[in-house]
């Protein structure tokens, strides 16, 4: 039998998704708020007698067991093969050789790799001697696997071919790279190894911080396996495997930058942790801290570098409605310095000193500003402010800066709205320049739209926050937006729609280099709000118009619940 096959008659999809959401029993079916977009309520069906999953909300999205497990962990289609195997007992040596060999191969190297870098950590005096030195114990090192690779070009090489290993797939996982005479060489070479696993612990790649002796100074102080089938950076947190019990517990996820950090933390006793690896903090590894916890705990450098990387980590944080705290210390370069300094204190220091992100803005842009700065300043907290989800939240902000800067609420408000208004302008003018005789627009929310769709296109990761909005676009323009997600509806009705995909993808691809990518998050999040402000513009003009026929029908029973939902409507327009 096809293992694909045995693995959905052994498994009940019900059993799997409940281990991940709260289902509420609908008759033959299940229901629950779905886990791929905000709602409030519950629109996400589970189907025992078809095994299948299916969002009836603004995402539609649906399909199989294995379908649910990739969207939710975040894994290709091999990796929730892998796991789904694991549980239900059935074996993957019937699965194709080809992808036996695209994807489990690369597994198998990187755990042969890690077995060899750990066995070489004790054969290096100096390599074991900066790890103490920084403060790591041995039962740390050994329980993270921490190795090192030794400093001869082919060691590596001459271990995993002498082990039977292909050099061509030891290339494609990243472990070596070919050189311009044609030959391989180690890709870590006297480096300090941390492997990194993805979210089941199968190892997918390594960070390599280069060991001071053997730095010339032409070589970067850390580097890391390249993207592979099975290692994505932007979709990797380091220690996630070790820590995501305790963030689930706690509902707390602290981050930090970097290996060293992580561990440290994790020895002293913080286990609700887990650090970028190699790269910035992406949207995609927000989604995953997302699943597990609502409150982030931002842990970077107090370095220049440091507080733009936590500024950034709050806005992206927020605009998912995150909770953000902010743990700056002022003694220490950083976590796991203090941490060697002052160990066993850490933890309770998280507890007291952690600020809020609010708190946070307050005092960088705020407090004991210089009066000819104040209106620069504020207008950037104000944009911070358009970024967080929740409007009780924003509500909350207006406030704290009010009290604190001493301008009225009101004119925040305005400024705020002035903010808005002018963003959109921009955008709107540079919309209707680009498209003038390609594509006719009827209205205003074809144009925000448009732009929604470009913006997209620009940043990938961005799609999903755009797809929560689904039900505010036009038709045409969802399915220019599935098109961008990779659904392809090419039928004739819908190739017109195509287009506006597109065009978007070649819109986008003019403007980069134009446009600060940190900053679409951003001008997404005005532009939705614009979108629903005039969606509910127009319903409120449908709802006028039926306001009228039913006070000269005389329906009072019916007029009066029609005019309270035309309150509630006039609300959130002006809102």
Not at 23 to 47: D, M, R
Not at 62 to 70: A, P, Q, V
Not at 239 to 254: C, H, L, N
Not at 344 to 351: D, W
Request: charge should be negative.
């Amino acid at each position: 039998m096809d293992p694909v096959q045995e693995i959905k008659n052994k498994l009940d999809i019900v059993d799997i998704v409940k281990e991940r959401v709260s289902l509420i029993p609908a008759g033959k079916n299940f229901k629950a708020i779905c886990p791929f977009h905000k709602e409030k309520t519950p629109s996400f069906i589970v189907s025992p007698e078809r095994q299948t999953w299916h969002c009836f909300g603004s995402c539609n999205e649906g399909g199989d067991i294995f379908s649910f497990i990739m969207k939710y962990e975040h894994v290709e289609f091999y990796e929730a093969l892998s796991m789904l195997a694991q549980m239900a007992g059935v074996e993957l040596k019937k699965i194709s050789p080809q992808n036996q060999k695209e994807f489990g191969v690369l597994y198998d190297l990187n755990k042969s790799a890690e077995d060899f870098f750990f066995g070489q950590l004790s054969d290096e005096d100096k390599a074991e001697k900066y790890l103490t030195d920084r403060g790591l114990k041995k039962e740390t090192i050994e329980e993270f696997k921490v190795g090192f690779s030794p400093a001869q070009k082919d060691a590596l090489i001459l271990h995993l071919v002498n082990a039977g290993y292909d050099i061509a797939d030891i290339e494609r996982a990243g472990l070596v790279f070919k050189t311009e005479r044609g030959t391989y060489m180690d890709r870590f070479r006297g480096r300090i190894m941390f492997p990194i696993k993805n979210t089941f612990g199968k190892i997918v790649g390594f960070s390599g911080r280069i060991l001071p002796e053997y730095d010339d100074g032409n070589s970067g102080k850390y580097i890391n396996s390249p993207e592979t089938p099975v290692f994505n950076k932007s979709r990797i947190l380091y220690g996630f495997d070790a820590s995501k019990q305790y963030i689930r517990e706690t509902g707390v996820a602290m981050l930090v930058e970097g290996q060293m950090d992580f561990l440290m933390l994790y020895q002293d006793g913080v286990h609700n942790v887990c650090a970028t690896s190699g790269t910035a903090l992406t949207q995609h590894h927000l989604e995953i801290l997302k699943k597990i916890s609502e409150r982030l705990i931002l842990a970077f450098d107090g370095d220049s570098a440091g507080i733009i990387a936590t500024e950034r980590a709050i806005d992206m944080a927020h605009a998912m409605d995150f909770s953000v705290n902010v743990f700056i210390l002022s003694d220490a370069k950083d976590s796991a310095e203090y941490i060697q300094k002052n160990p066993g204190k850490i933890k309770r220091l998280i507890e007291s000193s952690s600020i809020s992100a609010l708190e946070f803005y307050l005092s960088r842009y705020v407090d004991n500003i210089p009066e000819y700065q104040i209106k620069t300043k504020i207008r950037h907290i104000l944009q911070k402010v358009i970024l967080i989800y929740s409007p009780l939240e924003q509500g909350r902000w207006l406030k704290k800066i009010s009290e604190h800067s001493k301008i009225s609420e009101q004119s925040l408000i305005e400024e705020l709205n002035l903010l808005k208004r002018k963003f959109v302008k921009k955008e709107e003018e540079k919309i209707q320049s680009d498209l003038s005789g390609e594509f006719e627009f009827k209205n205003r929310t074809e144009r925000i739209a448009m732009e929604l769709l470009i913006l997209g296109a620009m940043s990938q990761p961005s799609i999903s926050k755009i797809d929560e909005a689904r039900a505010f676009l036009p038709e045409k323009f969802i399915i220019a937006l599935d098109y961008l997600k990779g659904v392809r509806q090419e039928t004739e009705e819908n190739l017109k729609n195509i287009d506006l995909g597109r065009y978007a993808e070649m819109k986008a691809s003019l403007r980069y280099g134009e446009i600060d990518l940190d900053k679409i998050p951003f001008e997404i999040n005005v532009l939705i709000q614009e979108l629903k402000k005039e969606y509910y513009k127009e319903k409120k003009e449908e709802m006028l118009a039926k306001i009228k026929v039913l006070e000269k029908s005389g329906k009072n029973e019916e007029l009066s619940k029609v005019l309270k939902e035309f309150d509630e409507i006039a609300k959130l327009v002006n809102n």
